[in-house]
């Protein structure tokens, strides 16, 4: 079936660095795919997403490129920021059903 | 505010005794869908309904039952409550199933069964 896999975390970055997390899916057909946020005591948020190869997704300074050949969409930030650190999941959406299928997530701690 | 609201936000239960975890949306939503998150294992799905008196079992469907009799609500419930149970449960929900658009998040249900 679909499965998504991601870095294992936690990761620890002093402010202003460069941020990349490491997702690779596997699944049947041309799934979408998205990386949702949840930062402390609160439910996951969409953070950005992209519906076919080679599309960007971006917002708030996080950018991840659907990559068909090598089936990966790795989040990155250039500089980050305290206020960065959450979890971050990758997920791809089943064509199916349309449901969510989510890596594992990775914890994200920024430190000034 | 618009959104998806889960009650309680904390529970603690006693193995053996049942109970039902509520989630509501105000936003119109046909999609609504049941997580449980654990350490380590990120988001599985348990259960999803695509619409009123429409369910279907999702990845870890397993002691718990759902049923959607209006379009803003969808139950969980417990009927036997184990330890393995013990999680944090996310309602979640999207207009016309489709993830592309987002899923609206509640803010989670902590359970512990002691």
């Known amino acids: 079936g679909d499965s998504v896999t991601q870095m294992e975390g936690p990761v620890t970055l002093s402010e202003e660095a460069f941020l990349t997390i490491n997702c690779t899916y596997t699944?049947?057909?041309?799934?979408?795919l998205f990386w949702y946020v949840q930062y402390p005591g609160e439910g996951l948020q969409l953070l950005l997403k992209?519906?076919?190869?080679?599309d960007k997704g971006s917002n708030k300074g996080f950018e991840a490129t659907y990559r068909k050949e090598t089936t990966s969409f790795h989040l990155e930030k250039g500089s980050v920021q305290v206020s960065d650190s959450a979890v971050y999941f990758c997920a791809l959406s089943d064509r199916s059903q349309g449901n969510l299928i989510f890596g594992k997530g990775t914890k994200l701690s920024v430190k000034p | 505010n618009a959104g998806v609201t889960q009650t309680p936000k904390f529970q603690v239960l006693k193995t053996g005794q049942s109970m039902t975890l509520q989630c509501a949306q105000d936003m119109n939503h046909e999609y609504m869908s049941w997580y449980r998150q654990d350490p380590g294992m990120g988001l599985r799905l348990i259960h999803y309904s695509v619409g009123a008196g429409i369910t279907d079992q999702g990845e870890v469907p397993n002691g718990y039952n759902v049923s959607r009799s209006t379009t803003e609500d969808f139950p969980l419930r417990l009927l036997s409550a184990a330890p393995s149970q013990t999680s944090v449960y996310f309602c979640?929900?999207?207009?016309?199933?489709?993830?592309?658009?987002?899923?609206?998040f509640g803010s989670g249900t902590r359970l512990t069964v002691v």
């Open positions: 979640a929900s999207s207009s016309h199933g489709q993830a592309i658009l987002g899923y609206t």
């Open positions: 992209a519906t076919k190869a080679d």
């Open positions: 699944a049947t057909g041309y799934p979408s």
